[in-house]
């Protein structure tokens, strides 16, 4: 575990510190379906779209994370959240993940959200789906070969839920 890891709304002062966690994994292309040479200004617009609460997980000395929660649908749909989790690869390991969700979690029950849903989690991305699962998640659909790993071709992509 990181000690000292604080969670906090993000501010455009973070954008930096933002595209330094995001841009490693977008480009590896190996967890999340963007286009592997996403624009700086594209990549923290799709994190910062219009209706995404962003947050930052950091220290005293650097931002190590970044996750953002929204709701999953509208109208009939928007009870249920969603969020998307980024981790600065070298803190990988160290907790930030799953400390990043509990504060999800926690902030999406206070918003009034009945569920949490993640529509799309690479299969091979085992880490992400143990932690998932260790968070109370659940794989509640499995779509088959969803996902054009840059390196193992079609893996599927899960849709995994829990309640708050």
């Not at 455009?12 to 995001?22: E, F, G, K, P, V």
Request: aromatic share 10%; glycine share 8%; net charge positive.
């Amino acid at each position: 575990m990181v000690p000292n890891l604080t969670i906090r709304p993000a501010t455009a002062a973070d954008d930096d510190a933002i595209w330094r966690i995001l841009e490693p994994t977008f480009r590896a292309g190996e967890t999340y379906p963007i286009p592997r040479d996403i624009t700086r200004a594209d990549a923290l617009a799709y994190w910062r779209s219009p209706g995404h609460a962003v947050f930052v997980a950091q220290t005293s000395d650097a931002i190590l994370g970044s996750y953002y929660l929204r709701a999953n649908n509208r109208g009939g749909g928007a009870h249920v959240s969603n969020c998307g989790f980024m981790v600065a690869p070298a803190a990988n390991g160290r907790g930030v993940a799953r400390a990043m969700c509990a504060h999800a979690l926690e902030t999406a029950r206070k918003k009034g959200f009945s569920a949490m849903q993640f529509n799309f989690v690479i299969a091979s991305n085992e880490r992400a789906v143990r932690l998932w699962q260790a968070c109370g998640f659940e794989v509640v659909g499995r779509l088959p070969g969803a996902f054009i790993h840059p390196s193992r071709g079609a893996v599927d992509a899960l849709v995994m839920h829990r309640t708050l």
